[in-house]
């Protein structure tokens, strides 16, 4: 059985940081394009940053300079550095695996996902 499992959530005041990983396991994902999307309460969930397979990676504009995806193919993990957080990136933080490595912004495109991991940012 595929399975993305999200870790590294957490409660961190302004401007401080945290390190999301995202562990899979049940087949190698090297070859995957690897994202990263959050989802606010009563709202959308939202493109945060992707990889492709080649390690190039793309952002969204609200955390460019703020966030760092890398991911380990050897360990068959991807992570998601956020810095300077603010409170407006307090969300549930869900993995997800594209295998056409499109690293689409819709998050129909993606057919494994996490459970998500829950940041919340203090002021």
């Known amino acids: 059985q595929v399975q993305l499992v999200e870790s590294g959530g957490g409660l961190v005041q302004a401007g401080g940081s945290l390190r999301l990983s995202c562990a899979a396991s049940?087949?190698?994902?090297?070859?995957?394009?690897r994202g990263w999307f959050r989802q606010a309460p009563g709202k959308e969930r939202l493109f945060v940053a992707g990889s492709w397979s080649s390690g190039r990676t793309r952002y969204a504009d609200s955390v460019k300079g703020r966030f760092t995806i890398s991911r380990d193919n050897a360990k068959n993990t991807v992570y998601l550095q956020m810095n300077s957080l603010k409170p407006e990136d307090t969300a549930v933080y869900y993995c997800?695996?594209?295998?056409?490595?499109?690293?689409?912004?819709?998050?129909?495109?993606?057919?494994?996902w996490g459970q998500g991991t829950q940041v919340t940012v203090s002021s």
């Open positions: 997800a695996a594209d295998p056409r490595n499109a690293l689409a912004l819709v998050p129909v495109s993606y057919d494994s």
């Open positions: 049940g087949r190698t994902f090297s070859a995957y394009a």
